[in-house]
């Protein structure tokens, strides 16, 4: 099926943050080996796969009630908003050929929204870094105890709020949670290749409706129609 079919049968494109919009999840396993060091703890070699699409909110509860119960759930949430703050401001770079892709769905009138599990300060952050907010009516953040990804609850919120049906919604997710979280939404999915997700690129394939490298793909075929 072509991109124009897949976008004649939608009426909400819906996007994560990290590693979809914007390039960002290589920063973070540095941060959280520094934050266990911080603590005087060694970070353990499952704990990223552990809060694999958890809430910013969900995170920091999992981290405190397993690992830094010393630490309360609101200092760790302020501790990483800082940590990685500048990381966002000046670092993080949007994904090849998002905004030409986001340019055309406001032109056409698509609503567009961010269902993401990282917080409302470096989401905004970096939006407003890359000249990308202006293009999304709705975002929805991971500070709240909504529970997260693979729940399909922050995608429904979304969709509800956008006035759409799920199942006209079209989600771009990098990670396998993700993906089964638009999937339980009722949405169609498509995975989008990160490195930092590089070894889950079979499985995310096989998760979702469909699956892109780039959003160049989607530009030069929309381009040439």
């Known amino acids: 099926m072509s991109w124009m ?11 994560d943050l990290d590693g979809t919009v914007v390039d960002s999840m290589w920063i973070w396993k540095q941060i959280d080996i520094d934050y266990f060091k911080k603590c005087d703890l060694v970070m353990p070699d499952t704990y ?14 999992y981290t405190h009630d397993h690992y830094i119960p010393f630490v309360s759930i609101e200092e760790l949430m302020a501790n990483w908003n ?3 703050y500048e990381h966002y401001a000046s670092k993080v770079k949007a994904k090849e050929c998002i905004q030409q892709f986001l340019e055309y769905l406001k032109n056409n009138n698509y609503r567009i929204g ?8 470096l989401c905004h952050l970096t939006l407003r870094a890359n000249d990308l907010i202006e293009y999304f009516d709705i ?3 991971g500070e709240g ?10 995608y429904l919120e979304c969709a509800k709020r956008l006035g759409v049906s799920p199942a006209r919604c079209l989600v771009f997710e990098d990670l396998s949670n993700g993906i089964r979280a638009g999937n339980a939404a009722g949405m169609t999915t498509v995975a989008i290749y990160d490195d930092y997700s590089e070894y889950q690129w079979d499985k995310k394939k096989s998760l979702a409706d469909h699956s892109i490298m780039s959003y160049r793909e989607i530009i030069d ?3 040439e129609s």
């Open 139 to 141: 975002i929805l953040t």
């Open 114 to 121: 961010i269902a993401t599990s990282n917080s409302s300060t």
């Open 221 to 223: 075929e929309i381009s």
């Open 82 to 84: 800082e940590m990685a």
């Open 145 to 154: 105890q909504t529970a997260g990804k693979p729940a399909p609850d922050v």
């Open 48 to 61: 990223q796969k552990e809060i694999e699409g958890l809430s910013f909110y969900e995170t920091a509860k």
């Open 5 to 15: 079919e897949i976008l004649k049968k939608t009426d909400a494109v819906l996007f």
